[in-house]
T-cell receptor, first 112, second 111 residues
């Protein structure tokens, strides 16, 4: 089954404790992206990747890092999480970034 | 900067009604437009994608239209069902993977 898999589904952590949210897709897509969704603000793009070793900033990249060492994986790294990064995070993929976008089920992150 | 607005923010209808969700965007230089469905606690599912050269796309009871010159798109849902209850989002792409989302319309279809 074609899918985008994110882990963990829920995460509670404390300020400053480094964490990684994993994202994997099995569709051989070149494009992958991370979004955060906040009430009243909608979905905002954090980072995206057009292919292996190619990443670029979205609208709200501050406080986040990404890497794309393999085509299927695109982890999101928060090196020093802060409470304002409490949010619902989504990973997505598509062939080139301008076609049908496939989303993961989301990661609800709470930073205390 | 592209801005996407969806009206209404919430909509409640009885089962069986035909309904229209609206999406407007400020910059008509778009590559394509997608309509998504989001169920509570879940990810987004792409429903329809309309290329800038197209006027509409249909999938089952769903029909999406695009008027690029006026910066508008509509999602028409025929014979609504309780299972259609979800939040519907539209997103416009200017190409080069720049996707801008609206904040969504929360739809409730009551039996």
């Amino acid at each position: 089954e074609a899918q985008v898999t994110q882990n963990p589904r829920y995460l509670i952590t404390v300020t400053g404790k480094k964490l990684t949210v994993t994202c994997s897709q099995n569709m051989n897509h070149e494009y992958m992206s991370w979004y955060r969704q906040d009430p009243g603000l909608g979905l905002r793009q954090i980072y995206y990747s057009m292919n292996v070793e190619v990443t670029d900033k979205g609208d709200v990249p501050e406080g986040y890092k990404v890497s794309r060492k393999e085509k299927r994986n695109f982890p999101l790294i928060l090196e020093s999480p802060s409470p304002n990064q409490t949010s619902l995070y989504f990973c997505a993929s598509s062939w080139t970034g301008d076609e049908k976008l496939f989303f993961g089920s989301g990661t609800q992150l709470s930073v205390l | 900067k592209q801005e996407v607005t969806q009206i209404p923010a919430a909509l409640s209808v009885p089962e069986g009604e035909n309904l229209v969700l609206n999406c407007s965007f400020t910059d008509s230089a778009i590559y394509n437009l997608q309509w998504f469905r989001q169920d509570p606690g879940k990810g987004l599912t792409s429903l329809l994608l309309i290329q800038s050269s197209q006027r509409e796309q249909t999938s089952g009871r769903l029909n999406a239209s695009l008027d690029k010159s006026s910066g508008r798109s509509t999602l028409y849902i025929a014979a609504s069902q309780p299972g259609d209850s979800a939040t519907y989002l539209c997103a416009v792409s200017a190409g080069y993977s720049t996707l801008t989302f609206g904040k969504g319309t929360m739809l409730l279809v009551s039996p």
